[in-house]
């Protein structure tokens, strides 16, 4: 069965430090998408992508980077961690069209100290 | 504004009760229209898609009012397993999806 997957599940880092969270979707998706989730915000688009080389900017895109070198893989990079990026990470995919479902990720929950 | 709008809630309601959820977006060039559940410490999952006509699924009926921008949820006879949080999400232009608060509701005995 296709799938979406995040690694590392759980993480801890120290203020500063670069962290990159993976995300590997085997849907075959061109649509990607990296969310971040905390209390009182709901889910905020961070960066996405429609397809190998293209990034797009999200609502909540400062201090984040993402690439795409492939179909399957949309990496998010912390470049230099900040304990207001402490929160439970999602990425998504999905299909061609606006009507589409999204499916997501089991979610990694990022903690800087 | 926020772009999508939801009543955080909490919703406390009885098993076998009826709840009605409501949603209103800012942008009116939105293209389509979902419902998606979250359970705690959960991945969110797609519930249904909300068309303009109004669609049905077993106990769960979605609106949508295009011109006052407003999209609404109906779960009839509340089971405890419906305890989750319940996010209204707007595709405007592309496919990014955004996402509202979300509502909680919690379905006692």
């Known amino acids: 069965d296709a799938e979406i997957t995040q690694s590392p599940r759980h993480k801890i880092i120290e203020t500063g430090r670069q962290v990159t969270l993976a995300c590997h979707q085997t849907?075959?998706?061109?649509?990607m998408f990296w969310y971040r989730q905390d209390l009182g915000h709901g889910l905020r688009l961070i960066h996405y992508?429609?397809?190998?080389?293209?990034?797009n900017k999200g609502e909540v895109s400062d201090g984040y980077s993402v690439s795409r070198s492939n179909t399957e893989d949309l990496p998010l990079t912390l470049e230099s961690a900040a304990s207001s990026q402490t929160s439970v990470y999602f990425c998504?995919?999905?299909?061609?069209?606006?009507?589409?479902?999204?499916?997501f990720g089991q979610g990694t929950r990022l903690t800087v100290v | 504004r926020k772009e999508v709008e939801q009543d955080p809630g909490p919703f406390n309601v009885p098993e076998g009760a009826t709840v009605a959820f409501n949603c209103t977006y800012s942008?009116?060039?939105?293209?389509?229209f979902f419902w998606y559940r979250q359970d705690c410490r959960k991945e969110p999952k797609l519930l249904m898609s909300?068309?303009?006509s109004g669609n049905e699924d077993g106990r769960f009926t979605a609106q949508l009012n295009r011109a006052s921008q407003y999209i609404s949820l109906l779960i009839r006879d509340s089971k405890l397993s419906d305890s989750a949080t319940y996010l209204c999400?707007?595709?405007?232009?592309?496919?990014?999806?955004?996402f509202g608060k979300g509502t909680t509701l919690s379905v006692s005995s």
């Open positions: 998504a995919s999905r299909g061609a069209g606006t009507d589409t479902e999204a499916f």
């Open positions: 849907w075959n998706h061109n649509n």
């Open positions: 992508s429609y397809g190998v080389h293209d990034t």
């Open positions: 942008n009116s060039a939105s293209q389509s």
């Open positions: 909300v068309y303009s």
């Open positions: 999400v707007v595709n405007q232009a592309g496919t990014a999806l955004i």
